[in-house]
T-cell receptor, first 109, second 114 residues
C-alpha cells in the first residue's frame, strides 16, 4: 500500500539547525514535495526533488534518496517564523499527490 | 493577483443540508483539486480536474460532487452533509497535472456539520 511517515512534532532552538525526515512507500514515484503550513493558513510550496541528492534554497535544503524511499528537509539558522507544520508529499504514477500528516515544528527562543 | 479564492471562510451546517463550497483561480491553471484536512491525517484528495470539462475521483470522493464548467471555477457540493464531513477544505490548482507541478492553495473553508 501507500504510506508516508513523518515525525508528528519536533522542537528546536532559534538559530539552530533541524532536519525533518520523511519516508515513503508509494505505487510509482514522480517526485517529492515539501510544503510549509502555518497554523490556520494554506500550505505553501518549499521544494521539489525528483532526482537523488540535495537541493539547496537559501536556509532550506531538501534531500532525496529514491532507493531508500527517504527524504529530509533541512532548515538552518532557525527563526521564530519557521514555527509551522512541514508537509511531505509524493507524486505518484498518475501525478496525484499523497500527503504525509505533517511535522509540527516548534521553535523556542 | 488574487491567486485562488475560496468561499465561505467558515460555515456551520446542519446535518442533512446541502452546501456548495466555491473556488476560483485567476492563474489560468488547467488542473484544480479539492482536499480535506483533518487533524492527524494528511491532506486527502476528494476530487480533481485535469482540465475544464473533465473531473475525476480522488481518495475520498463519497458524499461530494464537483463540476468544472470553465477554467477558473471548481465548486464542491455536499448533497446531504453528515458530521464526518466536518473538516477544513482546501482548493488547489496547478499549471498542468503533470510532473513537478507545484500546487497553489486557497485559504481554506472551515466546515462544521452538526
Amino acid at each position: 500500500g501507500q504510506n508516508i511517515d513523518q515525525p508528528t512534532e519536533m522542537t528546536a532552538t532559534e538559530g539552530a539547525i533541524v532536519q525533518i525526515n520523511c519516508t515513503y512507500q508509494t505505487s510509482g514515484f514522480n517526485g517529492l514535495f515539501w510544503y510549509q503550513q502555518h497554523a490556520g493558513e494554506a500550505p505553501t510550496f518549499l521544494s521539489y526533488n525528483v532526482l537523488d541528492g540535495l537541493e539547496e534554497k537559501g536556509r532550506f535544503s531538501s534531500f532525496l534518496s529514491r532507493s531508500k524511499g527517504y527524504s529530509y528537509l533541512l532548515l538552518k539558522e532557525l527563526q521564530m517564523k519557521d514555527s509551522a507544520s512541514y508537509l511531505c508529499a509524493v507524486s505518484e504514477s498518475n501525478y496525484q499527490l499523497i500527503w504525509g500528516a505533517g511535522t509540527k515544528l516548534i521553535i523556542k527562543p | 493577483t488574487a491567486g485562488i479564492t475560496q468561499a465561505p471562510t467558515s460555515q456551520i451546517l446542519a446535518a442533512g443540508r446541502s452546501m456548495t463550497l466555491r473556488c476560483t483561480q485567476d492563474m489560468r491553471h488547467n488542473a484544480m483539486y479539492w482536499y480535506r484536512q483533518d487533524l492527524g491525517l494528511g491532506l486527502r484528495l476528494i476530487h480533481y480536474s485535469n482540465t475544464a470539462g473533465t473531473t475525476g475521483k480522488g481518495e475520498v470522493p463519497d458524499g461530494y460532487s464537483v463540476s468544472r464548467a470553465n477554467t477558473d471555477d471548481f465548486p464542491l457540493t455536499l448533497a446531504s452533509a453528515v458530521p464526518s464531513q466536518t473538516s477544513v477544505y482546501f482548493c488547489a490548482s496547478s499549471e498542468t497535472s503533470g510532473e513537478s507541478n507545484e500546487q497553489f492553495f486557497g485559504p481554506g473553508t472551515r466546515l462544521t456539520v452538526l
